[in-house]
């Protein structure tokens, strides 16, 4: 429970497809009279039974949170995951939440299945009885899948009872697809024995066999009915329009909204549900639809104004994938397509510096995420986010009454964060657009964390070719240019040139008794004591292996300079502990800049004079 609401959690693809949207629909309006949230956890492609492969996006599954949700809804068939489903009732289990499982059968979970079986025999019986087929043929799927060889032996069985002897003949195999669906009809055609009705296992095939009959001048239905099952979207579009058995949601979410109130009061029922999938009469069969004008418009709507916002969504995510920081790519999507969503990235996101497409992250979520987008908040800032508290504004978005709809953001097989929609209605354009919305938002997210690792990479490679890696100052070549530039944006003014050249003190005595490690660090700490110790632009340059030296505009204070990184020095020394003292000699020399200026004859002049410090250093050390 959460926010006073019980949180229902339903695993689910494809909520854009007409049925499953409206199972979502109708399943919401049931649950929200009981006080119930649902949330639901969503792919937008189904897994294939792929157990070996791995997908960021079904890593949504992991955001559950078993420690505030009160029923799980897993919707199996629909995501075909077995290693998916396993885990969600597993973490289920010890957590002791109820488990509703809907087209599939798991041990110790309440079941919601569809009787295939009785549904199929519906529109088997529909062109026995009601059109009087007297030579039916039936396209199976795959000889040994159980749901073809179920309905198989449906046919055989119905067309007895109505007279019809079966022959072997009387069954073609189209695997459940579209080619070999064609093939097979093809091979009937060429047979000379043309059936008067064709079933077909599923709609797929149906709709095939259709186009493959007409596209040989055999008219559908009056030379040959055809029919499928499954009631998919596309049966709506095919011409004629195909009769088809819908696993229909309005039954469906009928007994799923009771099976969930069971489990939340007995959350040890272990019933067991059966729905009978509904009979689509339809043009195919000589029935007509009075349907499909509808979801012929409705396809139009949505195909029309998904064209419109497709291209805007793609310009978004280019200007994401060439921004310079979070805060601007996250502003690109202030674009008007895209609205009641949230977006949290993982914290790894954020880092720059790491190629992370090439490192061993696996498909999950960081604990501490990163507000990366959220529309409908007046003042919205990017900010860390603890996973657990899931999206800002969780109890305003429940009492609205409307799903929450999550979905895993990912790009190059990384799981990058994740999306909350909580749209204010059921918008079916909104629908729709989910998986556009989400690869929109994978690939600019990715592509711009793949861009800035590039702009960090060039940041590194110029490092290495204008400074020193030991500390940090330009190197020779690099100063020599930088130099030259600078004399030349003097030239013809009265300015005056200033060196400071700084040699490290006793480097010998520290690199033999403390090793070079030692040497190195006060080589870098000397380095450091000249840089801070000069004015702001100064060029400061590894000039010898541990001379540094400094190179600037104007006449300055050369005593304070000098007592600077005598300060700075001193405390190095007091703060380090070490057993050796970090200390330089300083020789500082300026002249007024000429067009031949000579650097050669600047450095030179300040070397006399840092060689008179050091000598007067080893007197002193002698006395």
Request: proline residues 3%; glycine residues 6%; negative net charge.
């Amino acid at each position: 429970m959460k926010y006073g609401h019980k949180v229902i959690a339903l695993c689910i693809s494809r909520i854009f497809d007409i049925e499953n949207r409206k199972f979502v629909i109708d399943l919401n309006q049931k649950l929200k009279q009981k006080n119930c949230s649902l949330w639901i956890y969503h792919i937008n492609t189904d897994l294939y039974w792929e157990e070996n492969t791995s997908r960021p996006e079904a890593s949504v599954f992991d955001l559950i949170d078993f420690n505030i949700i009160d029923t799980v809804i897993l919707m199996d068939e629909k995501i075909k995951s077995r290693r998916i489903s396993d885990t969600l009732i597993a973490k289920a289990k010890t957590c002791h939440v109820p488990v509703v499982v809907v087209d599939g059968r798991y041990p110790d979970c309440t079941s919601v299945n569809f009787d295939y079986r009785a549904g199929f025999e519906t529109v088997v019986r529909h062109v026995m009885e009601v059109h009087h087929a007297k030579n039916p043929h039936f396209i199976a799927g795959i000889a040994g899948n159980p749901f073809s060889d179920e309905r198989e032996e449906v046919f055989k069985t119905i067309i007895q009872e109505y007279g019809i002897t079966f022959r072997p003949d009387m069954v073609s195999y189209g695997m459940f697809w579209a080619k070999p669906a064609i093939e097979a009809t093809e091979k009937l055609i060429r047979s000379g024995n043309l059936p008067d009705a064709i079933i077909c296992a599923n709609d797929i095939m149906a709709i095939n066999v259709s186009n493959t009959l007409q596209s040989y001048g055999i008219s559908v239905p009056e030379q040959v009915i055809v029919t499928g099952f499954d009631g998919i979207e596309e049966i709506y579009f095919s011409a004629p329009n195909i009769t088809s058995v819908r696993c229909g949601c309005s039954d469906l979410s009928e007994s799923v909204y009771h099976a969930v109130m069971s489990s939340l009061n007995a959350p040890d029922n272990t019933e067991q549900v059966s729905v009978i999938p509904f009979l689509l009469r339809s043009d195919s069969c000589g029935c007509g639809n009075p349907d499909g004008k509808r979801h012929l418009f409705n396809f139009n709507d949505r195909f029309y104004r998904y064209q419109d916002d497709s291209q805007v969504l793609y310009e978004v995510s280019e200007r994401m994938q060439v921004s310079k920081n979070l805060h601007e790519a996250g502003c690109c999507l202030f674009c008007g397509q895209l609205h009641d969503a949230t977006i949290l990235i993982n914290d790894w996101c954020t880092d720059d510096t790491k190629n992370h497409f090439q490192t061993a992250y696996h498909n999950h979520f960081t604990d501490k995420m990163f507000l990366f987008f959220e529309t409908g908040q007046e003042q919205f800032q990017q900010k860390t986010f603890r996973r657990e508290e899931i999206i800002p504004h969780l109890k305003e978005y429940m009492d609205r009454g409307f799903p929450l709809i999550f979905n895993a953001i990912g790009f190059m097989g990384k799981t990058l964060g994740y999306v909350c929609f909580h749209f204010p209605d059921y918008e079916l354009v909104n629908y729709c657009k989910l998986p556009q919305t989400i690869n929109i938002l994978g690939s600019g997210l990715g592509g711009y964390i793949n861009t800035r690792y590039q702009h960090y990479l060039m940041k590194q490679l110029e490092f290495i070719y204008r400074y020193d890696a030991l500390t940090g100052l330009l190197n020779r070549m690099s100063f020599i240019r930088e130099f030259s530039k600078l004399c030349e944006s003097l030239h013809g003014t009265d300015a005056y040139i200033t060196a400071v050249l700084s040699d490290l003190d006793n480097l010998k005595f520290i690199n033999d008794k403390f090793g070079h490690n030692a040497g190195d660090n006060a080589i870098r700490i000397s380095a450091l004591a000249l840089k801070e110790s000069c004015p702001e632009g100064a060029l400061c340059v590894r000039f010898g292996g541990d001379e540094m030296l400094a190179v600037f505009t104007g006449k300055t204070d050369i005593s304070a300079i000098r007592n600077r990184i005598q300060q700075y020095l001193s405390d190095y020394n007091q703060a380090s502990g070490l057993e050796y003292q970090v200390s330089s000699s300083i020789g500082a020399y300026t002249v007024l800049l000429t067009q031949d200026m000579d650097l050669e004859k600047i450095v030179h002049g300040a070397d006399k004079l840092m060689y008179t410090e050091k000598m007067r250093k080893k007197q002193k050390n002698i006395h």
